[in-house]
């Protein structure tokens, strides 16, 4: 789960007794009776609620302090490092959860591995130099077209089996690296519109974010096969208007990850499932 922008974590999860967040916040600094207790030190955003919750479940943890020993303040360039954990280099085409995702298919081939919900342009994590995830927009993304049988035929017939020869040309090998995907896309499509169509266990808000993750709850509990998901919610970077835009934004995450993990708790699969929450970089204290 990305949050875009550069997510406040002082202002997720607030350092309730340390003198210098107010003295730095005079504005923005949220009241201690405001907020939900995390632990002793520190409590959670007002408009995470439902986390809270959670929290109290033990359901919920924080990593404080993540980042680089050169930290950059370019979105650009700090997305590059979190989708390829690479703080030193370059950025490569290939993501870390795209090298997990070519792992994965080289131990179950034919497998769809990873899905982005969403978005419309797959991120670089997600890359990978062998598997390249698709990308929904929504849970009609793999609704299949009617066809006729004169085109299903043709269709059939150009995604048939053929395996290129060691020695054939790299227009061929690349042809049946598409061909490849497009098996995998039918084959996830067929199987996914039975399981999209069944109603969750539990209430989403209708929010798109929401929706995001009421899809891959259903394929997860419907035993879908995908073990990587990624989805993200855009607008943190919060530099005007942040009090009323931050917790809008936070209302939109409290309530679909809240959803979300009541769903894969009452289906049965929430032991299996780990979700992790990121942003680029957020705002500090002092420069």
């Known amino acids: 789960m990305q949050l875009s922008g550069g997510n406040d974590g002082l202002n997720t999860v607030v350092p309730l007794r340390q003198d210098d967040y107010f003295r730095a916040r005079p504005l923005l600094g949220l009241s201690p009776k405001a907020l ?27 990593v404080h302090g993540v980042g680089t020993p050169a930290p950059d303040r370019s979105h650009f360039r700090s997305l590059e490092v979190w989708h390829t ?24 081939p034919g497998s769809l591995p990873a899905l982005a919900v969403g978005g419309r342009e797959l991120v670089l994590s997600m890359r990978g130099a062998e598997v390249v995830p698709p990308t929904l927009a929504d849970d009609r993304g793999f609704t299949l077209a009617r066809a006729s049988q004169r085109l299903a035929g043709q269709r059939d017939s150009l995604l048939a089996e053929r ?19 497009a098996r995998t896309a039918y084959s996830a499509a067929e199987r996914m519109q039975a399981l999209v169509a069944a109603r969750p266990p539990v209430d989403y ?34 530099h005007a208007n942040q009090a009323n835009v931050h917790t809008a934004l936070l209302t939109d995450l409290d309530g679909a990850l809240t959803a979300f993990q009541r769903d894969l708790i009452a289906s049965g699969v929430a032991e299996r499932v780990v979700t992790v929450v990121f942003s680029e970089f957020g705002r500090t204290a002092r420069i």
Do not use: C, K
């Open 36 to 62: 939900h207790r995390f632990d002793d030190d520190h409590g959670l955003h007002p408009a995470l609620r439902a986390v809270s919750s959670l929290a109290q479940d033990g359901l919920v943890a924080v």
């Open 85 to 108: 954990a690479e703080p030193e280099t370059p950025a490569g085409s290939v993501g870390w959860l795209g090298n997990l995702a070519d792992q994965l298919a080289r131990a179950q």
């Open 163 to 181: 395996a290129p020869q060691p020695s054939a040309a790299p227009a061929d090998r690349d042809l049946e690296f598409l061909r490849q995907a």
């Open 205 to 238: 808000p209708d929010r798109p974010l929401a929706r995001d993750l009421r899809l891959v709850a259903r394929l997860i509990a419907g035993g879908f096969g995908t073990r990587i998901f990624h989805a993200s919610l855009d607008g943190f970077d919060t």
